[in-house]
Each structure stands twice: as structure tokens, then as C-alpha cells.
């Protein structure tokens, strides 16, 4: 006999997901589309990100992922609405004092709760904003969860992805208190997901080298969705440099994407993200001489073989 399934429809379809590996340019990118006119303000939801790395690594069914999801952010925009569960901390990106309309939100918590608020943004096609971590890599768990929601997906030079996670100390990432990332232990050895299949070599291998096992790890499976689901009308695709030397025209594509307009807060908003911006490629330079110097060789020339994909994947994105 088959069991039924699980069931859970969600209340809002109007949702867009910005997303990249770690320390592509999220943060960057996130804060003005939620300046746009109908969209909300940003969430950052890290077990959401957790329940979709689980799924992939096979630890959580897929069909409890989706019914788990679907609920969670259902509840997480509802209360967003109500003015539940405010961020006033300063600073963080969540925080309503980085939002485009602060009162606004803080006049939330004084009105009435219930469905007809979730009608009314319904009709006024309200957009739900979120950030998350390997959204494309993870696209076809995403799909399953919704095919309505859109997802704004931003990548980066690997060379600036793996700069980035060493500064935070991801070589090391057993040592963090606040690691989010998903661990593993195997007898006396503990290590991130990244190193499921080869655990053993994860005490032996230098910090650098580390972070780009984690970051090839990632965006190799996150290129080959890309070049999959390239053309899907549901996703949009921007270089961080070029995103953030380009801004004005980029913000235009995200506004037909969307179906919106810039709203008086926007050019506020890109004034503190620093959009547009000059780069400075001898920048590029430093980052690539301290990679080279710490990492092995063999490490430092699989990075620089995907960084022969990146910009095939970068003139195909700025050319479209």
C-alpha cells in the first residue's frame, strides 16, 4: 500500500532568492533588491540552507525537505508581515535599521494579525526577499519547493571566493564556535561536508588548500547547473565585478526580472552598498600571490583551471 504524501502549499509564490557561494557578493546585491519597489525586506534563513545541503547529501528525505521548507518560510514571511521576531541589532543586514523604510516595519507590530494580511499582499504582489547559500547548486532541490520562485544568482572570480573564506578563517572551520557550515565526525576526526568522501585527508591538508577543496566544491556543481538551467525564465545570472562597476544597468535587468521599478530608497541603498564602484585590479593581484604562496600546487592549478570556466561563464553572462 502507498503511504500518502506529505502536503503543504505555500501561501506566497511571490518570492525571489539571492543567491552564490559563500563571499560571492550576496550581501552586495540583496540590500537593493529589497530598495525595490513591492519588495520586502531581506531574510537570511541559515536552516533553510541547512535542511537543503542535508537533503542533497542524502540525510533528510526530499519530500520531508520540501514540506519542511515550504512551512518554514511560509511562517517566516507571515511574520515578517506582523512584525514578529524584529531585528534591531545594528549593522546587521537584517536589522530594520538597514531596511529601506524602518518605521514601517516597526509600525507592523500594532496591527492586526490574520489571514487577511496574507490576501492582501497576495493581491498586491508583494515580493518576498531572501538570501541563501548555493541556491543554483542546490536548484533542483528548489524546484521541487516552488517553480514560481525567481533566483538572482551572483558568482564571483574563484580567485576572490577563495581570498575571501580564508579571512574568515574557513581553513580552520572545525575551530569556529559560530560555524554554520554542516560537520561530520568519523572516529577522532571532525570535518566540513566538503570532505565527506575523503575525511582522511582533511587533518593533513594545509588551511588553504582546504578552503579550496570547499570552494571548487561548490561552484563546480553550481557551473554545471548554470549551464543547465541557463536560460530558464526564472533565473537571472550577474558577475560581482561587473554587477558592481554596472549597477545601473544591472539594476534595470533585476527591475523587468521582477516585474518592479526602483523606489525612492533605491539610490540611497546602492549609495551605501557602493554601487557603482572602480576596481582595482592590482586588488587581484595581492589575493592571487597569497593564494599561490600558501596553497599546494597541485591545489593552486585546480583553482586556476576553474578559473578558466569562470570567465566563459562571465563574457556568456555580460554578453546575454
Same mark, same amino acid.
Given at each position: ?26 550581501s552586495?546585491?540583496?540590500? %537593493? ?36 521548507i ?35 516595519? %516597526? ?46 544568482? %551572483? ?12 579571512? !574568515? ?42 578552503v579550496?577543496?570547499?570552494?571548487l ?10 549551464k ?25 535587468? $533585476? ?22 564602484? !572602480? ?8 589575493k592571487?600571490?597569497? $593564494? ?5 600546487r ?18 556568456e553572462? !555580460?554578453?546575454?
Amino acid at each position: 500500500m502507498t503511504l500518502p504524501k506529505l502536503y503543504k502549499k505555500n501561501f506566497f509564490d511571490n518570492v525571489v532568492v539571492v543567491t552564490g557561494s559563500l563571499n560571492s557578493g550576496k550581501s552586495m546585491v540583496a540590500p %537593493i533588491v529589497s530598495s525595490l519597489k513591492k519588495v520586502e525586506h531581506l531574510r537570511k534563513l541559515i536552516e533553510v540552507d541547512q535542511i537543503l545541503h542535508l537533503t542533497n547529501l542524502k540525510k533528510i528525505k526530499r519530500e520531508s525537505a520540501v514540506f519542511l521548507i515550504r512551512h518554514y518560510l511560509d511562517k517566516s514571511f507571515y511574520e515578517q508581515l506582523i512584525g514578529r521576531n524584529i531585528n534591531f541589532r545594528i549593522g546587521d543586514e537584517t536589522s530594520v535599521f538597514t531596511s529601506k523604510n524602518p518605521s514601517e516595519l %516597526i509600525d507592523r507590530i500594532f496591527i492586526k494579525r490574520g489571514e487577511h494580511l496574507i490576501k492582501k499582499h497576495k493581491k498586491n504582489k508583494t515580493i518576498f526577499c531572501m538570501d541563501t547559500h548555493d541556491g543554483m547548486m542546490l536548484y533542483p532541490i528548489w524546484r521541487d519547493v516552488n517553480r514560481k520562485y525567481k533566483f538572482i544568482n %551572483i558568482f564571483r572570480n574563484p580567485i576572490e571566493n577563495v581570498n575571501g573564506c580564508y579571512n !574568515i578563517g574557513q581553513g580552520k572551520i572545525e575551530k569556529i564556535i559560530f560555524n554554520e557550515i554542516i560537520m561530520f565526525k568519523k572516529n577522532k576526526n571532525i570535518f566540513p561536508l566538503y570532505y565527506l568522501n575523503k575525511y582522511k585527508d582533511y587533518p593533513k591538508t594545509n588551511p588553504m588548500d582546504r578552503v579550496i577543496e570547499e570552494v571548487l566544491f561548490c561552484l563546480k556543481q553550481e557551473y554545471a547547473n548554470y549551464k543547465k538551467y541557463k536560460n530558464d525564465k526564472n533565473c537571472l545570472f550577474f558577475e560581482n565585478e561587473d554587477f558592481a562597476v554596472n549597477s545601473h544597468k544591472n539594476v534595470k535587468k $533585476i527591475c523587468k526580472f521582477l516585474k518592479t521599478d526602483k523606489s525612492k530608497f533605491t539610490k540611497t541603498i546602492m549609495k551605501r552598498e557602493r554601487c557603482p564602484r !572602480i576596481i582595482d585590479p592590482e586588488v587581484y593581484k595581492e589575493k592571487y600571490k597569497k $593564494i599561490k604562496f600558501l596553497s599546494t600546487r597541485k591545489s593552486f592549478q585546480k583553482l586556476l583551471g576553474f578559473e578558466k570556466l569562470f570567465y566563459i561563464r562571465k563574457k556568456e553572462t !555580460i554578453d546575454k
